[in-house]
């Protein structure tokens, strides 16, 4: 599950992407103006931004502009009926990741919202997350070191790490992993889960993946 915050003030269409996005098991935090908007940024953090962009108030362009200069590092995807290029350069020079033109079907906002949300690290002022004191990961070119050595990893392998490194201290209940690690056509598989725990854990230490029982995961860096 996904914390996302709505910016879209078409109440009808508000309320549609709300309720779709909601059966998918996502969060969803709608509001209808950019003032709104802004004071829900301040107020929490969010695993996606889906704005609109001609919003009463601050317009989007402007709402994620600022939110990018106040450290909000996460994806955003703006749903907007604009559709020259100048706009769309405006857009991803205002730190979006996506763009999706109205109308739109909802499956193909789904497609957007999830590659988006299994894709990593956005926008990180830092370059590099410290999980031990010999074991990193370098976000700018997505690799894993472990004593100065890059370790190659399997994609669901890499798919769980940064799940877990930007969930650190949080309980992962088994659903949200498969559904971060499974694509729409795939089956998920505890089995197939316990074999990529146990992968990591040979890598990274058994310390770092902690097992809560009838819970999930938990897992935990070097402070």
């Known amino acids: 599950m996904a914390k996302i915050l709505l910016l879209e003030d078409d109440a009808n269409l508000n309320e ?6 909601t ?6 935090v709608a509001v209808y103006d950019g ?9 929490s953090k969010y695993d996606l931004l889906l704005l609109d962009v001609n919003t009463p108030g601050i317009n989007g362009f402007d709402l994620l502009k600022e939110a990018r200069d106040g450290d909000v590092v996460a994806p955003a995807i703006f749903i907007t009926s604009l559709d020259s290029v ?14 999706i033109r109205k109308p739109f079907v909802l499956k193909e906002l789904l497609i957007r919202v999830e590659t988006l949300l299994k894709r ?8 590099v997350i410290k999980i031990s004191s010999t074991i ?39 659903e949200r992993i498969y559904k971060h690690l499974w694509d729409f056509d795939e089956e998920p598989s505890d089995t197939a889960l316990r074999t990529y725990i146990k992968n ?15 819970q999930g995961y938990k897992f935990i860096a070097q402070k």
């Open 23 to 28: 059966e998918q098991g996502h969060e969803i």
């Open 35 to 43: 003032y709104e908007a802004q004071e829900k940024l301040y107020e």
């Open 86 to 99: 100048d706009d769309l350069e405006k857009g991803f020079e205002s730190g979006c990741d996506d763009y």
């Open 16 to 21: 549609t992407v709300t309720e779709f996005l």
């Open 136 to 174: 990193e990961y370098d976000i700018k070119n997505n690799e894993l070191n472990v004593e100065g050595k890059t370790v190659s990893l399997g994609n669901k392998e890499s798919l769980l790490l940064k799940l877990f490194m930007k969930t650190e201290g949080e309980v992962l209940a088994h």
């Open 200 to 214: 990591l854990r040979k890598i990274i230490g058994k310390e770092r993946i902690v097992s809560i029982k009838k």
């Open 120 to 127: 990593g690290f956005f926008h990180e002022a830092k370059e």
